[in-house]
Protein backbone atom coordinates (compact mmCIF):
# COMPACT_ATOMS: atom_id res chain seq x y z
CA UNK A 1 0.00 0.00 0.00
CA UNK A 2 1.34 3.29 -0.54
CA UNK A 3 0.84 6.60 0.55
CA UNK A 4 -0.02 9.98 -0.87
CA UNK A 5 2.86 12.24 -0.86
CA UNK A 6 3.14 14.43 2.07
CA UNK A 7 2.43 18.34 0.68
CA UNK A 8 5.29 20.41 0.76
CA UNK A 9 5.95 23.97 2.32
CA UNK A 10 6.22 26.43 -0.26
CA UNK A 11 7.88 30.06 -0.45
CA UNK A 12 6.71 33.06 -2.81
CA UNK A 13 7.82 36.60 -3.80
CA UNK A 14 5.33 39.20 -4.67
CA UNK A 15 6.23 40.67 -8.14
CA UNK A 16 4.53 42.35 -11.03
CA UNK A 17 5.01 38.90 -13.02
CA UNK A 18 2.49 37.08 -10.24
CA UNK A 19 -0.40 39.51 -10.49
CA UNK A 20 -3.88 38.85 -12.12
CA UNK A 21 -7.06 41.43 -12.01
CA UNK A 22 -9.64 39.66 -9.60
CA UNK A 23 -13.74 40.10 -10.51
CA UNK A 24 -13.63 42.62 -8.08
CA UNK A 25 -11.95 44.97 -10.22
CA UNK A 26 -8.61 45.57 -8.17
CA UNK A 27 -5.14 43.97 -9.30
CA UNK A 28 -3.93 41.35 -7.15
CA UNK A 29 -0.67 39.87 -5.76
CA UNK A 30 -1.34 35.91 -6.66
CA UNK A 31 -0.07 34.42 -3.51
CA UNK A 32 -0.83 31.37 -1.27
CA UNK A 33 -3.68 29.51 -3.08
CA UNK A 34 -4.74 25.87 -4.27
CA UNK A 35 -3.22 26.78 -7.58
CA UNK A 36 0.03 28.30 -6.45
CA UNK A 37 1.01 26.27 -3.32
CA UNK A 38 -1.73 23.53 -3.02
CA UNK A 39 -3.48 25.09 -0.33
CA UNK A 40 -6.32 23.24 0.93
CA UNK A 41 -8.61 25.87 2.91
CA UNK A 42 -6.96 29.03 2.52
CA UNK A 43 -5.61 31.82 -0.01
CA UNK A 44 -3.50 34.74 1.20
CA UNK A 45 -2.73 37.89 -1.17
CA UNK A 46 -1.35 41.21 -1.33
CA UNK A 47 -4.11 43.96 -2.92
CA UNK A 48 -2.93 47.50 -3.71
CA UNK A 49 -5.93 49.75 -3.91
CA UNK A 50 -4.58 52.80 -5.97
CA UNK A 51 -6.16 56.29 -4.81
CA UNK A 52 -9.52 57.07 -5.69
CA UNK A 53 -9.99 53.40 -6.81
CA UNK A 54 -13.16 51.14 -6.34
CA UNK A 55 -14.06 47.64 -6.37
CA UNK A 56 -17.13 46.66 -7.65
CA UNK A 57 -19.93 45.47 -5.03
CA UNK A 58 -19.74 42.24 -4.30
CA UNK A 59 -19.53 39.35 -1.67
CA UNK A 60 -17.40 35.39 -1.15
CA UNK A 61 -20.05 32.98 -0.87
CA UNK A 62 -19.24 30.69 2.19
CA UNK A 63 -16.04 31.80 2.57
CA UNK A 64 -14.67 34.35 5.57
CA UNK A 65 -12.35 36.84 5.08
CA UNK A 66 -9.68 38.55 7.16
CA UNK A 67 -7.77 41.83 6.25
CA UNK A 68 -4.79 43.62 7.74
CA UNK A 69 -4.15 46.96 6.73
CA UNK A 70 -0.26 47.30 6.11
CA UNK A 71 -0.29 51.25 4.37
CA UNK A 72 -2.70 54.23 3.40
CA UNK A 73 -6.33 54.19 4.27
CA UNK A 74 -9.43 52.58 3.02
CA UNK A 75 -13.38 52.87 3.20
CA UNK A 76 -15.36 50.22 2.85
CA UNK A 77 -19.49 50.16 2.48
CA UNK A 78 -21.39 46.83 3.53
CA UNK A 79 -24.10 45.52 4.55
CA UNK A 80 -26.93 43.74 2.93
CA UNK A 81 -27.65 46.91 0.67
CA UNK A 82 -24.43 48.52 1.85
CA UNK A 83 -25.75 50.87 4.23
CA UNK A 84 -22.85 50.77 6.59
CA UNK A 85 -19.61 52.33 5.60
CA UNK A 86 -16.43 51.62 7.81
CA UNK A 87 -13.17 53.03 7.67
CA UNK A 88 -9.28 51.56 7.51
CA UNK A 89 -6.18 52.66 7.94
CA UNK A 90 -2.45 50.90 9.05
CA UNK A 91 -2.50 48.48 11.07
CA UNK A 92 -6.18 47.51 11.57
CA UNK A 93 -7.63 44.40 10.98
CA UNK A 94 -10.74 43.60 9.65
CA UNK A 95 -12.76 40.33 9.43
CA UNK A 96 -15.58 39.95 6.95
CA UNK A 97 -18.39 36.99 7.51
CA UNK A 98 -18.88 35.03 4.10
CA UNK A 99 -21.69 35.99 2.07
CA UNK A 100 -21.61 39.83 3.12
CA UNK A 101 -21.99 42.26 0.52
CA UNK A 102 -19.30 44.76 0.84
CA UNK A 103 -17.45 47.63 -1.66
CA UNK A 104 -13.96 48.86 -0.41
CA UNK A 105 -12.58 51.61 -2.01
CA UNK A 106 -9.43 54.30 -1.49
CA UNK A 107 -10.78 57.92 -0.87
CA UNK A 108 -6.83 58.80 -0.15
CA UNK A 109 -4.17 60.18 -2.23
CA UNK A 110 -1.52 57.72 -1.78
CA UNK A 111 -2.20 53.70 -2.25
CA UNK A 112 -3.62 51.38 0.73
CA UNK A 113 -1.96 48.33 0.69
CA UNK A 114 -3.36 44.96 2.43
CA UNK A 115 -2.34 41.36 3.24
CA UNK A 116 -6.21 39.17 2.73
CA UNK A 117 -6.62 35.88 3.78
CA UNK A 118 -10.04 33.91 3.28
CA UNK A 119 -10.88 30.71 3.41
CA UNK A 120 -11.29 29.58 -0.16
CA UNK A 121 -8.26 28.43 -1.67
CA UNK A 122 -9.19 29.04 -5.30
CA UNK A 123 -9.49 32.97 -4.25
CA UNK A 124 -12.04 34.02 -7.30
CA UNK A 125 -13.97 30.94 -7.10
CA UNK A 126 -16.40 32.16 -4.43
CA UNK A 127 -16.43 35.85 -6.05
CA UNK A 128 -19.91 36.96 -6.58
CA UNK A 129 -20.86 40.23 -8.37
CA UNK A 130 -23.39 42.43 -6.86
CA UNK A 131 -24.32 44.55 -9.54
CA UNK A 132 -28.21 45.60 -8.31
CA UNK A 133 -25.88 47.16 -5.22
CA UNK A 134 -23.78 49.41 -6.97
CA UNK A 135 -26.34 52.12 -7.63
CA UNK A 136 -26.19 52.48 -3.74
CA UNK A 137 -22.86 53.34 -3.59
CA UNK A 138 -21.86 57.46 -4.27
Not at 25 to 30: A, I, L, W
Not at 46 to 75: C, Q, V, Y
Request: proline share 9%.
Amino acid sequence: MTSAPRPACHKLRPSADHSYDGKQGFSYFEGIARETTGAQAICMHLLTIPPGGRARAHKHATHETAIFMLDGIASMFWGDALEHRMELAAGDLLYIPADMPHLPFNPGSTPARAVIARTDPHEQESVVLLPELEHLVP
